[in-house]
């Protein structure tokens, strides 16, 4: 059964930089898995902010960026402000439908 | 505006029958694939189930599978999920979301309905 990995938690410094990691069980994302991230505070519908590996959703800011570093994807908070303080998933697509990561609870402080 | 809202969730008995419904408005809804998300609580997001737009291509994840059914009626711009023979780990919020295709993500999410599983 493929699982998507990603870090449990993260903390980053207000101004900081921090990168979230998303990986597969077995063998590597690439961009053929059109990786998505999504931002969720509590009791929030999920946000979408990374489409296709790199693309920012409209309204985004530009301290977001995503990419794919080795064999993972991977999500770039520059400039980490407190309203940053969220949980992050990494959903990729299997083909028929998608695959979410455990997500990753990040803390700015 | 583009928007999505679930409605029908509720408490279930084990072994039990709900049906959640989305409504969908601001976009041609016959155009797009949709997608049911899960969160149970306390827990991470998961993947349920989703539709094509016509109705022709119907996925579901593994622990669904043959308990629940999704469906649509595009006249009524409306998404269900018929969900049978409820376990106590079916207890989740339940999202509706729409997929942007060529790019395989879901762009617009719903609020969510919640669904509690309990005798």
Known sequence: QTVVTQEPSFSVSPGGTVTLTCGLSSGSVSINYYPSWYQ???GQAPRTLIYSTHTRSSGVPDRFSGSILGNKAALTITGAQADDESDYYCVLYMGSGFLFGG???LTVL | EVQLVESGGGLGQPGGSLRLSCAASGFTFSSYTMNWVRQ???KGLEWVSNI????DSIHYA?????RFTISRDNAKNSLYLQMNSLRAED???YYCAKMRFP???MDVWGKGTTVTVSS
Not at chain 2, 52 to 55: A, D, L
């Open chain 2, 52 to 55: 094509g737009s016509s109705s």
């Open chain 1, 40 to 42: 969720q505070t509590p």
């Open chain 1, 103 to 105: 997500g990753t609870k």
């Open chain 2, 40 to 42: 149970a609580p306390g």
């Open chain 2, 62 to 66: 593994d622990s669904v599978k043959g």
């Open chain 2, 91 to 93: 207890t989740a919020v």
């Open chain 2, 103 to 105: 790019y395989y993500y």
